[in-house]
């Protein structure tokens, strides 16, 4: 989804890559508008290593909300069949970069998906039933407005066993504004109140991600979903990443620039201070006062 440049603001690490020459972040610029591209092929496979450990297969029905360039929908496009695949993303020029860049026309003349360029989650507008939803690092950028309003979309599209899937920042506090935002805070409490004001239930689950944002399904009240309960292996697996994302973010923090210069500069303030209680020891014995 990507109202004002949501898109933009997913992935609150940046938006390019350490390193990256400006020619390549021009050729590339479709994923560089989602995120950082090193996520890009990692949140590919996440989410659809996610939907298939939830039960996904190719004769359901599933909708991309902010399918953006399609970094999802380029491995979920040719996996699902011909016209199971439905995408929102209020930019056309993103979907159109992500089908020359990413999965080819061929394919969607193969597979017929269905994209919208609506801006307000209207996910009737395909005037079709899912049995999957996704928002991947969509409610970590809206307002509470946005979140009960794509909620109660979901609500009449969602199959009955349906599952929607979708990430937020957990945080200690809740957004309050009415704008999309590079980094929007609620606690899993308040979303699960906003979720539950629509009439449905949601369920947070451990799976990775590598901004980190929390995962939860939102589902019909009543219905038992896979993942609930997470195993001691996937919580293993989850703070595996989330300690190699700190490293990583560590590095770059110290390769930067401004923090390489700093560190000069501490390193002269400590021998400036050294060499001035040398001095002052030589002049005192010089003085003879100590």
Known sequence: MTTPSATAMQGGI?????GVRASEA??????????????????????????TALGLREKH????????????????????ASGHYFGIEPLPWLI????????????????????SNDENFSLGVFGQQFDFMIAQSIFSHTSQAQIRRCVAEARKVLAPQGVFAATFFDGPVNYTGDQWVAKADYTL?????????????LTPITWSHPDP????LIHHPGVTVALAQPTDAQRLV??????????QQFLNIKNHPYVRFGMRIKFFLVWVGFERRRLARGLRKMLGLG
Request: proline share 3%; with cysteine; glycine share 8%.
């Open 14 to 18: 940046g938006t390019v890559a350490t």
């Open 61 to 80: 029905f599933l909708v991309d909300i902010g399918c953006g360039s399609l970094r999802a929908g380029r491995l979920l496009i040719p996996y699902l």
């Open 189 to 201: 409490e308040h979303m699960r109140s906003m979720v539950e004001e629509q009439g449905m239930a």
């Open 213 to 216: 944002q929390q995962w939860i």
């Open 238 to 247: 989850t703070l595996e990443d989330r300690l190699a994302l700190a490293q």
């Open 26 to 51: 021009a050729a590339q610029e479709h994923r560089f508008h989602i995120g950082p591209a090193d996520f890009y092929d990692v949140l590919t496979a996440i989410q659809f290593n996610l939907l």
């Open 96 to 115: 159109q970069e992500g089908i020359d860049n990413e999965i080819g026309e061929s394919m969607i003349r193969i597979k017929r998906p269905q994209f």
